[in-house]
């Protein structure tokens, strides 16, 4: 069963998708999916879409949902994308979950991919029960995973000047400088912040990622102190041609750590 749901956030309104299996039922878990910079709930060649549809399959609960200015939310992509923006609408996607009854007994498990990685990692336990986290290449290194692969130096240099930019890693969007300067003002240390948590995490990234190093989801790995797990597949960032891989990969984890009662 699929459902459509608009969430609020940030005064506007985030796009939405549930997918809940027929044997849903309390305290199934439920996973969280937040998408990657540029990206939207379906994902590059429906990578969200497939795994929302996979884990269901499996009898978990999904939630899939676009941040403000990507996909099909209200606002838009220049003015909207900020790291602080995309952690308010994760908070505020996890308080719409816990104010649902169907969902108040179930173990909350964030999901996320390059960026959306990142806002997964940030994002503390409480007050809202994560009992886990899944990153698929999730963003590390911000300032120099963007500065020298995302957008390029180039680009970087106008944006922190203040200019608007465009067309940037064969994407055709626009984006406003308020984002890389937050990224310099903040700092966002995903690694360190990680570090402190003791809930379970599996790490998954590809050997073929050009877009977001492995060594980040290394160094994730060495330096977190809760149960972890790394897998490295032979995929590139959007494990373009191996999606087969991964969504077992995930499937398989969570079977074993979160199985479905």
């Not at 990657?36 to 994902?43: A, E, L, P, S």
């Not at 498990?109 to 503390?124: A, E, F, N, Q």
């Not at 597949?233 to 087969?244: R, T, Y």
């Amino acid at each position: 069963m699929k459902n459509f749901v608009w969430i609020p956030s940030r005064n506007k309104r985030l796009s939405s998708m549930v997918h809940l299996p027929a044997e849903f039922h309390s305290g199934t878990p439920l996973i969280v999916c937040c998408h990657g910079f540029t990206g939207d709930k379906v994902g590059y060649n429906q990578l969200t879409l497939n795994l929302a549809k996979y884990l269901a399959k499996s009898n978990y609960g999904v939630v899939r949902f676009d941040f403000l200015g990507s996909g099909d939310s209200d606002g838009d992509f220049s003015t909207d994308t900020l790291v602080t923006g995309w952690q308010e609408d994760l908070e505020n996607v996890l308080l719409w979950v816990k104010n649902q009854a169907k969902f108040a007994d179930s173990p909350i498990i964030l999901y996320g991919h390059s960026l959306g990685g990142l806002v997964t990692l940030m994002h503390p336990n409480y007050p809202h029960s994560v009992v886990a986290r899944i990153v698929f290449a999730p963003v590390t290194r911000a300032i120099t995973n963007f500065r020298d692969i995302i957008l390029g130096p180039e680009l970087w240099e106008k944006s922190l000047a203040g200019e608007s930019i465009a067309n940037f890693f064969e994407r055709g969007f626009r984006l406003n400088s308020q984002f890389t300067q937050e990224l310099i003002q903040k700092d966002f240390q995903p690694i360190e912040a990680a570090a402190k948590l003791s809930t379970s995490i599996l790490v998954v990234h590809g050997t073929k990622d050009i877009v977001v190093p492995i060594e980040g989801s290394r160094a994730l790995y060495d330096q977190y102190q809760g149960d972890k797990e790394f897998i490295e597949l032979a995929v590139d960032h959007g494990a373009v041609g191996g999606q087969e891989q991964l969504y077992p990969a995930i499937g398989d984890w969570l079977k074993k750590h979160y199985p479905v009662n």
